[in-house]
């Protein structure tokens, strides 16, 4: 049984399952190329970056594996719901960037050794996690934070409106509110802003989905299809 979105890794895909146990599939052909044994179950969604798949369990271990299922390392995170990775550039380190559950503290892991480079103190229950150019931004209903991803250091906060879902890359963030959609850029401020006839995201769950260029937006009273500016 699995109850978290898969993860696509090259030309497999990526399964974890409540009995502990991560599946790599085939995707042309189904066929398993490899399977790993986590600690515990597996209730948070994997998270691909390059080569590596990042796969946090229930006994709050967070391991890395690689294209092959082999485990790079294991460290010792706690329960946690979300995590996104930083990906370095110019010679710099890439970032795993943790909210730790209970929504007090955030740390910063090595994505080459799981090592701890630092933690700090943020009260912000962390619903999404997404990287963006020189920041990591943590959006929950009530503010976004954007943090130095090799220091933890807060660059920015941004609380303009409530919002229910979020998504970007890049340089850009684009978060879902009541009235519709605004997008960010990589310093917090405000590029553009959409209205959307979806309906009210307090009635339902709602879903955020962009990609090749298209945004796609579901809520109570259906779903629109963007262009990506």
Do not use: I, N
């Not at 930083?86 to 209970?102: C, I």
């Not at 007090?104 to 996690?129: C, I, K, N, P, Y």
């Not at 509110?177 to 405000?190: H, M, N, S």
């Amino acid at each position: 049984l699995a109850v978290v979105t898969p993860a696509r890794l090259g030309g497999l895909v990526v399964v974890p399952t409540l009995d502990g146990q991560v599946t790599a599939f085939d995707l042309a052909t189904g066929q398993k190329r490899w399977s790993y044994t986590a600690s515990a179950e597996v209730r948070v969604a994997p998270v691909v970056t390059g080569d590596r798949v990042l796969v946090a369990d229930q006994a709050g271990q967070l391991s890395c594996l690689d294209a092959t299922g082999a485990e790079l390392w294991t460290a010792d995170t706690g329960l946690v719901e979300h995590l996104g990775v930083w990906a370095g550039t110019g010679g710099r380190p890439s970032v795993v960037v943790v909210p730790e559950g209970g929504g007090s503290h955030v740390r910063g892991l090595s994505l080459q050794d799981g090592s701890r480079l630092w933690r700090v103190r943020e009260d912000a229950d962390t619903d999404d996690v997404v990287a963006l150019g020189d920041v990591v931004a943590l959006r929950d209903d009530a503010q976004t934070l954007a943090l130095d991803p090799l220091t933890g250091a807060r660059r920015w906060r941004w609380a303009g409106a409530r919002t229910y879902a979020g998504t970007g890359g890049g340089g850009r963030l684009l978060m879902l509110t009541a009235a519709g959609l605004v997008l960010l850029d990589a310093d917090g401020g405000v590029v553009k802003e959409w209205p959307l006839s979806v309906g009210d995201p307090t009635r339902s769950t709602p879903y955020l989905v962009a990609s090749q260029q298209r945004v796609v937006v579901y809520g109570a009273a259906g779903l629109q299809v963007g262009v990506l500016p």
